[in-house]
């Protein structure tokens, strides 16, 4: 039978503060990865990715970091909106895999009026 | 408009039923996914495909079917076998090859609920 996942983690921010959300990965070897923002009864959407070969990029209020030392990918949020709240899954990949991307859990995040 | 397209938005199967959900992209990927996820949970890969006539078992395949005849299309068949069908199902499609951008463009997802 199918086993029954984890539930996702949670982070509420006040609006118009802003958000950090963190993502552990796995395999060493990963070179490319992704945020996505998955809307409720929506499919993920991209928001920004980054190459290992970087250790920050950023995007119109988004920022991601990658810390290849710990293996450790966290994307920053500025001024969080009531449109962002969402799930927000990270994902990674290696060029052995024929790129097929491995998704984190995803966290939920909540925009407080 | 390039996209993928899922249909239908919901779907309703009774106990003992097949059902056919459907996916759809003119994006010219060689490569689609589908994915299932429960409420409050991840992204769990059920079958995918990387070639016409070809597709592998991902992590939760057992109760599910899929073909992939045609380069566009990835339908993926919920069976009766599968005991707990209800979920939110979602297709995605990549190109396969070095490019700068390795996602997978999403569908908006299909909605399966056992009445």
């Known amino acids: 039978g199918e086993s029954v996942g984890l539930h996702l983690p949670t982070l509420s921010v006040q609006e118009g503060d802003n958000s950090i959300i963190n993502c552990a990965y796995s395999n060493s070897a990963s070179d490319y990865f992704i945020w996505y923002k998955q809307e409720s009864g929506k499919g993920p959407q991209f928001i920004i990715d980054i190459r290992s070969n970087m250790d920050k990029r950023q995007g119109q209020r988004v920022t991601v970091l990658l810390n290849k030392t710990v293996k450790h990918l966290s994307l920053q949020i500025a001024a969080t909106q009531p449109g962002d709240s969402a799930v927000y899954f990270c994902a990674e990949t290696f060029s052995g895999s024929a790129r097929q991307l491995t998704f984190g859990s995803g966290t939920q995040l909540t925009v407080l009026p | 408009d390039g996209g993928i397209t899922q249909s239908p938005k919901y779907l309703f199967r009774k106990e003992g039923q097949n059902v056919t959900l459907s996916c759809e992209q003119n994006?010219?990927?060689?490569?689609m996914y589908w994915y299932r996820q429960d409420p409050g949970q991840g992204l769990r890969l059920i079958y995918y495909s990387q070639i016409v006539n070809d597709f592998q078992k991902g992590d939760i395949a057992e109760g599910y079917s899929v073909s992939r005849e045609k380069k566009e299309s990835f339908p993926l068949t919920v069976t009766s076998a599968q005991k707990n069908p209800t979920a939110f199902y979602l297709c995605a499609s990549s190109q396969l090859g070095d490019r700068p951008n390795y996602g997978y463009t999403f569908g908006s997802g299909t909605r399966l609920t056992v009445v």
């Open positions: 994006l010219n990927h060689d490569a």
